[in-house]
């Protein structure tokens, strides 16, 4: 059974830094495009960074350049969204995603995702 599952939100204050995992089960990460989708109150879920391996491609949404890095574990079959200099509009529910054929910018701008996992809450305080 493929399961994703995130862990590693909680509250933050504004400045501070988190780490999100997400680990995979079911099926190897390495072989599929991964990312981080996030879904704020009152907003549409966005792509936040997607990354495949086989052709090390790297999306990041325009606000996360230069503060958000996505990384993968293949050996642990884990991948991480480290966030530094979180805002308060960082404020979400951040999903862990897997695209398993589309290019990594299409599967973030797009939403072109085929398996989610239940999502981890992350909160920025002002």
């Known amino acids: 059974q493929l399961q994703l599952v995130e862990s590693g939100g909680g509250l933050v204050q504004s400045g501070g830094s988190l780490r999100l995992s997400c680990a995979a089960s079911?099926?190897?990460?390495?072989?599929?495009?991964v990312g981080w989708f996030r879904q704020a109150p009152g907003k549409e879920r966005e792509g936040v960074s997607c990354?495949?391996?086989?052709?090390?491609?790297?999306y990041y949404e325009d606000s996360a350049k230069g503060r958000f890095t996505i990384s993968r574990d293949n050996a642990k079959n884990t991948v991480y969204l480290q966030m530094n200099s979180l805002k308060p509009e960082d404020t979400a529910v951040y999903y862990c995603?897997?695209?398993?054929?589309?290019?990594?910018?299409?599967?973030?701008?797009?939403?072109?995702?085929?398996?989610w996992g239940k999502g981890t809450l992350v909160t920025v305080s002002s």
């Open positions: 995603a897997v695209g398993l054929l589309a290019p990594v910018q299409a599967m973030c701008a797009q939403g072109l995702v085929d398996y």
């Open positions: 079911g099926f190897a990460l390495d072989y599929y495009g």
């Open positions: 990354v495949r391996s086989s052709d090390s491609n790297t």
